[in-house]
């Protein structure tokens, strides 16, 4: 199944994208993390293309191959920034999947625009619950672009790279490709502009600023799947299970993995799972309006 790239113009802004499948199937939109980009679904789009999907896996402004424009990084933003996607490549309306920030940004896109979206997949997504990774909590404080800035000096961004110190640090191989894909996201000013943007919009000192739950955002009549890990180490598995409990008829996931990736750990058999589920319900009901 041939898998292409290439960017387009949203309102004035170049998305990055990576796309697959036959063009007159269901559309499924993919939104990765922070600190990350499209490439976090590599191991997905060709097994879910290969269901009869049509996939596109977004860059989100601030990441990867998209524009960073300095300000625009609020779930409101990313929301707005993906029904211009929508619009630009004629999608009347798609199953969102969406992992970790990119989840948030699915229920939050949702929320603004339920006319465009099919179905939800949340992949150890965040919004769910307030605790979340001490890391991405310290990276909330003021003192954190001073600290980033430090240790992403050039001496120090090739230690990183140093085999020796994967060995050492006993990191698998995902665990290096994401360190690298962290690197490429961190690399520059703009980037870490955006990471900071981005992050301190969906997260504080405390933790996750918002539940969806609470906030009533998460809508029964959405079909929606949750997928995660037993031992996600960035977003505890009880979210899940808390948000399938809140939603009659949700499907969840759960692999025996302990990563915070579960799209990669069990790429084929994610694909196959979410597959089923676009196959198996019916896309949330809508008025017939255009495109918002």
């Excluded at 559309?27 to 049509?54: E, K, Y």
């Excluded at 990867?64 to 993906?82: C, M």
């Excluded at 990669?264 to 979410?274: I, L, W």
Aim: charged share 20%.
């Amino acid at each position: 199944m041939p898998i292409t790239s290439r960017s387009v113009v949203a309102d004035g802004h170049t998305i990055a994208l990576t796309e697959a499948g036959p063009a007159d199937a269901p559309v499924i939109v993919l939104l990765h993390g922070l600190a990350s980009d499209s490439g976090t679904w590599d191991r997905a789009v060709g097994p879910l293309a290969a269901h009869g999907l049509h996939v596109y896996a977004v860059d989100l402004l601030g990441h990867g191959a998209s524009d960073k424009p300095r300000h625009g990084y609020l779930l409101d933003d990313f929301a707005a920034s993906l029904r211009d996607l929508f619009r630009v490549l004629g999608i009347a309306s798609a199953t969102v999947c969406g992992h970790s920030l990119g989840g948030a940004v699915a229920v939050h896109f949702c929320s603004q625009h339920p006319d465009l979206v099919d179905r939800l997949v949340l992949v150890s997504a965040g919004g769910l619950g307030r605790e979340v990774h001490p890391v991405l909590r310290a990276a909330a404080l003021p003192v954190a672009p001073a600290v980033l800035r430090l240790v992403t000096r050039p001496a120090l961004r090739r230690l990183y790279r140093s085999p020796g110190l994967h060995r050492a640090l006993r990191l698998t191989p995902d665990n290096v490709v994401n360190l690298r894909r962290a690197g490429r996201a961190l690399g520059d000013a703009a980037g870490q502009a955006a990471f900071f943007a981005a992050l301190r919009g969906v997260i504080e000192p405390g933790g996750q600023r918002g539940n969806f739950m609470d906030m009533g955002t998460l809508a029964a009549h959405v079909p929606t799947m949750l997928v995660w890990n037993e031992g996600d180490p960035v977003i505890p598995v009880r979210h899940a299970r808390a948000a399938h409990e809140h939603l009659p008829g949700s499907r969840l996931l759960v692999f025996p993995n302990r990563s915070h990736e579960p799209h990669r750990a069990s790429a084929q058999h994610f694909a196959d799972e979410v597959a089923a589920f676009v196959a198996e319900t019916d896309p949330a009901m809508r008025d017939d309006r255009p495109l918002s």
